[in-house]
């Protein structure tokens, strides 16, 4: 894939973020910090073709046009759909948006609804863990009976130390792997962490109080899912044909020690927020996390062997079963 190409689909992508017409301006902070950090990953302007993307200076017809191979077509679809699906189902506008895009790529229609519903169903999962749809959640204890208790986990120290690192190198595996859909599973993995980690203080969390959470810590959901698969892009090892890794595991490393940290730093900075009884404020929990988010960083290193073991066990053709059992 080319410069031209790997140009036209980051200008979807964030066409595709920008779809519904309801970015606040954090959302749009963040979507800008992204692309002033992925404009050193290689030659591109991210942050211009974000301005573009902005003031409206880039047609779709246009980006469009800029890709010429099949499998440069398709893989932009995917990673507009997943844009659109990051943050929840897919809104009106940004239905018509992939609708128009699909037929201005001229792709088949069955593949491409195929596609999306996957997406979607990713997106739709319930944050609970090991929960499935249309199952009832499983109960918790009240919020009061919690404080009783001194807001202690019914996991041990050790389990909660556990799930949280398991967690952290599956997502760090699942950024090794070339499809688009395995990208877009970090997001809800990461909501069920955070999900069990408070369950076990006593809370029964919702999706909404979730992304209120992530939100706070300042990791935006359709963010986070530009700068991975921008960084497995912009690398070159995104949408490999038959979804092999082809010896880009090592060259992965940086990119997967990012969702491997991010995950991390959530797993111990939820441990904190709800150990607290919810008390932190946000600019504690922010220092919190940015400072957790440092020490997981120099951790990737220690545990890259043990991820990379692990995305050569992953059955990428059941990311969305990976996702429904947490």
């Known amino acids: 894939m080319n410069e031209q190409e790997q140009s036209a689909i980051l200008t979807l992508s964030l066409m595709a973020a920008f779809a519904d017409g309801r970015k606040d301006e954090s ?15 290689g030659s591109i302007n991210l942050a211009a073709l974000y301005q573009d993307v902005l003031l409206k200076r880039v047609s779709l017809p246009a ?35 992939l609708a128009d895009l699909r037929a201005a ?6 593949q491409s609804a195929a596609y999306s519903q996957q997406a979607e169903e990713i997106a739709a999962l319930p944050v609970a863990w090991g929960h499935s749809a249309g199952e ?13 208790a001194g807001y202690a986990s019914t996991m041990s120290e050790e389990e909660m130390d556990k799930a949280i690192l398991n ?19 970090i997001i809800p993995l990461q909501m069920k962490l955070v999900y069990r980690i408070g369950k076990s203080y006593g809370f029964e969390l919702d ?9 706070t810590l300042g990791v935006g959901l359709t963010s986070q899912y530009l700068e991975q698969a921008g960084r497995k892009l912009l690398g070159g ?65 220690r545990y890259l062997p043990e991820i990379q073991a692990r995305a050569r066990s992953l059955d990428t053709a059941q990311v969305l079963d990976l996702v429904r059992r947490g």
């Open 27 to 41: 959302e749009r902070a963040e979507l800008k910090r992204i692309a002033d950090a992925l404009a050193g990953e």
């Open 63 to 97: 980006a469009v046009a800029m890709l010429t191979s099949p499998e440069a077509r398709q893989l932009a679809f995917e990673m507009a759909v997943c844009v659109c699906d990051a943050d929840g189902v897919q809104s009106p506008p940004e239905k018509q948006f």
């Open 105 to 110: 790529l001229a792709l088949d229609a069955q």
């Open 136 to 148: 009832p959640p499983p109960a918790a204890a009240a919020p009061a009976a919690a404080a009783a």
């Open 167 to 185: 967690a952290s190198i599956l997502n760090g595996a699942l950024e090794l792997l070339p499809e688009s859909l395995s990208t877009m599973a």
């Open 207 to 215: 999706r909404g109080h979730i992304k209120d959470f992530l939100a």
């Open 237 to 301: 090892l995104l949408g490999k044909a038959g979804g092999k890794l082809l010896g880009s595991i090592g060259k992965q490393a940086v990119s997967s020690g990012m969702s491997f940290a991010s995950t991390y730093a959530l797993g111990h900075v939820a441990r904190r927020y709800y150990a607290g009884g919810r008390s932190l404020s946000t600019q504690t929990l922010r220092d919190s996390f940015e400072r957790v988010l440092g020490e997981a960083k120099g951790l990737q290193t």
